[in-house]
């Protein structure tokens, strides 16, 4: 099964007394046959914790279709430094529903 998990991240600049910036990330997560879903933080997580925040998503809404097919999950719309993405990649293709992990 082929997942795609399509990461958002935005940082907004808000103007009170005091101008500060405020950092939000989105995840639009598409499960072949047409099945999607998506979540939102608004805490300012680091992108890397938001990612896998993301996959604990996906494995969650595989376990509740019951899906047994293991998953190739592709990662759009971030870069990640190549030791980022081997960290990620090792801890959740242990799970076996998730077959392999790419970074797009």
């Known amino acids: 099964m082929k997942v795609t998990v ?8 808000l103007k009170r007394a005091v101008t500060f910036y405020h950092r939000s990330n989105s995840a639009n997560i598409e499960f072949e046959g047409g099945y999607e879903t998506s979540m939102n933080d608004m ?19 595989m376990i509740e279709r019951n899906v047994e097919e293991p998953a ?23 799970d076996p529903i998730i077959n392999s992990i790419q970074f797009e």
């Open 72 to 94: 190739d999950v592709i990662i759009t719309g971030v870069s990640l430094t190549e030791g980022a993405q081997s960290v990620i990649s090792d801890k959740f293709t242990s």
């Open 43 to 61: 805490s300012g997580l680091d992108v890397v914790s938001f990612i896998e925040k993301a996959l604990q998503e996906t494995i969650l809404r």
């Open 6 to 13: 399509n990461i958002q991240t935005k940082k907004t600049e």
